[in-house]
């Protein structure tokens, strides 16, 4: 089975996805430029295979691989990271997906230099990588999964959501919660000393307070 007929697209979608209008893929369907699938209830759909295909690559001679991604925060949560890995294994089986490669990673999914991570990245933007499986959004990127996933989608890589909660520690979330909560109340901490710093000084909290700059002037 081709991993990549996995993912379908709604018009509007195919549409944002290849950049043309959905009057456009309506016309191409009637002229037989681009055909759409249809549902059982004639719904128009359109494929990942269609999508290679309307940007030029053969999806028979397509070599590229086909990545597990599994991750978590500390190496505490191992268990967790070996469920994962074993839950993906058994869908890409069953769904007759053969896989190229597995990656484990320890790292917090607010971490933007996570190393296997990045390195995944290197390979998806070498056109090295067709499918990259996952069991939930978070074991990816924590935020911003959209943006990374339109970003793959720009160098012809699919990333399948299996969508399966239970597998996606809920204490990660209120650790990462926390961590944006320090860093966001340390910054405002350091505002705030640097508003009484200023506040310290008689000449510029007075010029502070009339609304007027600081004269730099100097006295020749």
Known sequence: MNTSNIKNYKPKDFAELTGVSVKTLQRWDRDGILKANRTPTDRRYYTYDQYLQFKGINTEKDERQAVIYARVSTRNQKDDLQKQVSFLRQFCNAKGMIIDECIEEYGSGLNYNRKKWNELLDKV????????????????????????????????????????????????????????????????????????????????????????????????
Not at 145 to 162: A, G, L, M, Q, S
């Open 125 to 220: 933007m070498e056109q090295k990588i067709k499918t990259i499986i996952v069991t939930h959004k978070d074991r990816f990127i924590r935020f911003g999964y959209d943006w990374f996933e339109k970003f793959c989608r720009k160098f012809n890589t699919t990333i399948v959501i299996v969508n399966n909660e239970e597998l996606s520690p809920q204490e990660e979330l209120v650790q990462d919660i926390v961590s944006i909560l320090h860093v966001f109340s340390s910054r405002l901490y350091g505002l705030r000393k640097y508003r009484k710093q200023i506040e310290g000084d008689e000449e510029i909290a007075e010029e502070l307070q009339n609304g007027n700059k600081p004269d730099k002037r100097t006295d020749h």
